[in-house]
Structures are given as C-alpha cells and as structure tokens.
C-alpha cells in the first residue's frame, strides 16, 4: 500500500533553515509527484509547491519561492522540503503529498504531517 | 494568490443534503476545469474526495459530488452521514503551475 513517512518535529529559530523529508513506499516513486502542504495552528491549507520525482521539476508557490527548495532522492525514494530564514508564521504544520500520477497533480495519498516550529 | 472564498460553516441534519461553495476568479476557478476536493478530520492530515471537478477518486463514496458554474465550484454530500462531520477545502489550478486553496468550510452533522 501507498505509504509517505514524514521526519519527525522540529523548533527552530527565526533565521534558521529546515529540512523536512517524506519517504515514499509501495508504488514506483518516480512514476509520480510530491504535493507540499502546510496548515499554521488553526489556519486553513496552503499550497507550497510540487516537485517530479521523475525529472526533479519543480512548480512553488509564488509568496514561498525565494526561500523553499524541493528536491527528491530517487535512490531512497524521499522527497525533501527546505525552507529558509525562517519566520514566526511558518510554524505549521507540513505535510507531503502523492499526486494522482498522468491523471494529475491532486494529493491522493497524504504524509502524517511535520510539525515545525519557529520560536525564539 | 489569493485564498478561495468558502463559507464559514454549513450544517445538516443526517440523511440530508449539502452544498459547499467555493468563488474564486477567472484566473483560478472559472479558467479551468481542475478543481478539487479534500476532506479533513480533526488532527488528520486531508483526503482527497473529488478531482477535475466532479471526478471522484475510487473509494471515495458517491455521495460526494462536484460541479461548477462559472467562477463558483461546489461539492454536495448527499444523505448526510455523522462521519462526514470535518473540514472541506476546495483547490484550484491557477496559471502559471500553482494551485491555491480555499479558505475552508466546517461541515456540521446536527
């Protein structure tokens, strides 16, 4: 079965980077996409950006784009999200996404999420 | 980009009907035939319940479906059910390879 694993919390400080990774299993990883998500406390979805597995295309969210980077390891089948200088309103939740492959770039099978923190 | 607009909350009695709305522009929703659906449950990451509008991924029930007029998407739950008690974002392709969501709306089983 389909499954994503994402890594586990982070706190970081405003400034700082961090890397969250999303290991897929059950299907060929590069016959598909990843979706990246994220969700503040209590806030609605926002999309980040999608990146090929197959080719390592990438596609971000304009207000994200200076400082996200998606990249994936086709040898371990993990996708990662990096996002710089962090701020106090990129605490959220993150969380990555399988997309539906040919038939399109939707998130039908969901990662359990990454919590990170932005705190000084 | 900014957020679709969806109502705050809808409410229905079980084995009733609702419809969720979702406006968006020209740009997003009204350009383009690939909206779509997620269901999600308290503390949960999200399900995708409809694509391409009105298409619905297997295993999803047919109870769910979608439409769309114009600038305005909507997905209807049909004989309401208490499991469908979650949150319902609607996401639209808009130009350029990005997608925005909508604000989201709270579906409430009475």
């Known amino acids: 079965q389909v499954q994503l694993v994402q890594s586990g919390a982070e706190v970081k400080k405003p400034g700082a980077s961090v890397r969250v990774s999303c290991k897929a299993s059950?299907?060929?990883?590069?016959?598909?996409?990843i979706t990246w998500v994220r969700q503040a406390p209590g806030q609605g979805l926002e999309w980040m950006g999608w990146?090929?597995?197959?080719?390592?295309?990438?596609d971000y969210a304009k207000k994200l784009q200076d400082r996200v980077t998606m990249t994936t390891d086709t040898s371990t089948s993990t996708a990662y999200m990096e996002l710089r200088s962090l701020r106090f309103d990129d605490t959220a939740m993150y969380y990555c996404?399988?997309?539906?492959?040919?038939?399109?770039?939707?998130?039908?099978?969901w990662g359990q999420g990454t919590l990170v923190t932005v705190s000084s | 980009q900014s957020a679709l607009t969806q109502p705050r909350s809808v409410s229905g009695s079980p084995r009733q009907s609702v419809t969720i709305s979702c406006t968006g522009t020209?740009?997003?929703?009204?350009?383009?035939?690939?909206v779509s659906w997620y269901q999600q449950h308290p503390g949960k990451a999200p399900k995708l319940m409809i694509f391409?509008?009105?298409k619905r991924p297997s295993g999803v029930p047919d109870r769910f479906s979608g439409s769309k007029s114009g600038n305005t998407a909507s997905l209807t739950i049909s004989g309401l059910q208490a499991e469908d008690e979650a949150d319902y974002y609607c996401?639209?392709?808009?130009?350029?390879?990005?997608?925005?969501f909508g604000t989201g709306t709270k579906v409430t089983v009475l």
């Open positions: 996404a399988r997309d539906l492959g040919r038939a399109g770039r939707d998130a039908q099978y």
């Open positions: 059950g299907y060929t990883f590069i016959s598909y996409g």
């Open positions: 990146i090929s597995a197959n080719n390592g295309n990438t």
């Open positions: 020209s740009s997003d929703v009204g350009g383009y035939n690939y």
């Open positions: 391409d509008v009105s």
């Open positions: 996401c639209s392709y808009a130009g350029s390879y990005t997608y925005v």
